[in-house]
């Protein structure tokens, strides 16, 4: 159980410096840089915004107009980390055939690294909200509440990152399946709109999606003050630590069959 918590620790230098030579290399020779972590989740909430606020005129009875647009980039956010991470991880193996025929890379980092790049925008985006909840007076103690969320939310896309990119070796139709999956979780997560809203009948389904109790605890404590409600951090904790140790055990047993793959 615990030699997945003992190889991240091992490799902790590797895994920071190959992340921060990621960042470097990815933003290297583009006009804008390294701007885009923080210009990307703000075109995203606009368009959001312009659908959920302009078009739809979709509006909560208890929050304000900005108030409600900030509930979005407190969902937004979180989802935008988490897809980013899947989009990454799932190919993270095969493109670096190098790096697994190298008998001293310890590969499980792998994915791991793939998961840590993706999160720069959400961290990026996270300070972004932070401030601009400060602006308008909704800063509280509960803010302090998203680390340990965010926490357990990369040890969750870690645990899936392990699970797709071992996969996508074996069946190399795993990114297209991806691409729509995170189409499908879009849509199905409560990004822009409130479990309430939803018919009762399908509420059981919405909780079947592991981003509701993310994304629902993330805006109870960054728009509504409070300790997230309906049990959503307990479950999120077993989810999470769940699929951590089952996507490690998966890898290892797959790890195997890498060689003549890939």
């Not at 089952?246 to 890939?262: C, T």
């Amino acid at each position: 159980m615990f030699r997945s918590f003992e190889m991240l620790w091992k490799h902790r230098k590797m895994l920071r410096a190959t992340t921060i030579s990621d960042i470097r290399s990815r933003y290297a020779g583009s006009v804008l840089g390294m701007f885009w972590l923080i210009l990307y989740p703000i075109l995203m909430l606009s368009a959001y915004s312009i659908v959920y606020v302009f078009i739809l005129r979709l509006r909560l009875d208890q929050i304000s107009t900005p108030e409600y647009v900030l509930l979005i980039f407190a969902g937004l956010i979180p989802f935008l980390g988490f897809s980013e991470g899947l989009a990454n991880s799932v190919v993270s193996v095969t493109a670096n055939a190098s790096l697994v025929k190298n008998t001293l890379y310890p590969i499980e980092i792998i994915p791991v690294k793939a998961v840590f790049f993706s999160q720069c925008t959400e961290v990026v985006g996270m300070c972004i909200l932070v401030i601009a909840l400060a602006v308008v007076g909704k800063l509280s103690w509960w803010t302090l509440m998203i680390v340990p969320i965010w926490f357990f939310q990369v040890m969750f896309g870690i645990g899936v990152g392990w699970i797709i990119s071992a996969l996508n070796v074996i069946l190399r139709d795993m990114q297209s399946l991806i691409g729509i999956i995170t189409m499908f979780l879009m849509m199905v997560s409560p990004i822009a709109y409130t479990p309430d809203m939803i018919p009762e009948g399908l509420r059981a389904f919405l909780k079947l999606n592991p981003l509701y109790y993310f994304i629902t605890a993330y805006q109870d404590c960054l728009l509504y003050q409070r300790y997230p409600t309906q049990n959503v951090f307990p479950i999120l904790i077993v989810f999470s630590l769940v699929t951590f140790l089952l996507g490690f055990w998966f890898f290892e047993k797959m790890k195997q069959l890498f060689d003549d793959n890939i």
